[in-house]
Nanobody, 123 residues
Framework: QVQLVESGGGLVQAGGSLRLSCAASGLTYTNYAMAWFRQAPGKEREFVAARFWNGAVPYYADSVKGRFTFSRDNAKNTVYLQMNSLKPEDTAVYYC????????????????WGRGTQVTVSS
C-alpha cells in the first residue's frame, strides 16, 4: 500500500523559509516521479515541482524557480521542498504526489497523493 505523508507546513512571514517533507512508502517501481502541487482557496491545484526519484534534474514551475528546491534522501525514502523568499501568493495547501508515468505536471497524471500540509505566508 502506497503512503505519502507530508509535514513541515506552518505560518511564516513574507521573505521567510519553510521546508516541507514527504515520507514515501510502498512505492515499488525503481524510477517513479515525485512531485509537489499546491492548491490555494478557490483555485485549481497547480504544479510546483517534480523529479524522477533517480533523476538528477528537478523541474519547477516558473512561479517558484530560483526560490524553491526539490531534493531527496534515498536512505529515508523522503523528498523535501525547501521554500525560500516566501510570498503571500505562496499560501496554499501543499500536496506530495507520485507517478509511475512521466514527470507529472498536471494532477490527473499523478497516481498517488498525500493529504497535504498547509503553508500560510503573511504579508
Amino acid at each position: 500500500q502506497v503512503q505519502l505523508v507530508e509535514s513541515g507546513g506552518g505560518l511564516v512571514q513574507a521573505g521567510g523559509s519553510l521546508r516541507l517533507s514527504c515520507a514515501a512508502s510502498g512505492l515499488t517501481y525503481t524510477n517513479y516521479a515525485m512531485a509537489w502541487f499546491r492548491q490555494a482557496p478557490g483555485k485549481e491545484r497547480e504544479f510546483v515541482a517534480a523529479r524522477f526519484w533517480n533523476g538528477a534534474v528537478p523541474y519547477y514551475a516558473d512561479s517558484v524557480k530560483g526560490r524553491f528546491t526539490f531534493s531527496r534522501d534515498n536512505a529515508k525514502n523522503t523528498v523535501y521542498l525547501q521554500m525560500n523568499s516566501l510570498k503571500p501568493e505562496d499560501t496554499a495547501v501543499y500536496y506530495c504526489a507520485a507517478s509511475y508515468r512521466n514527470i507529472p505536471r498536471t494532477p490527473d497524471t499523478c497516481d498517488y497523493w498525500g493529504r497535504g500540509t498547509q503553508v500560510t505566508v503573511s504579508s
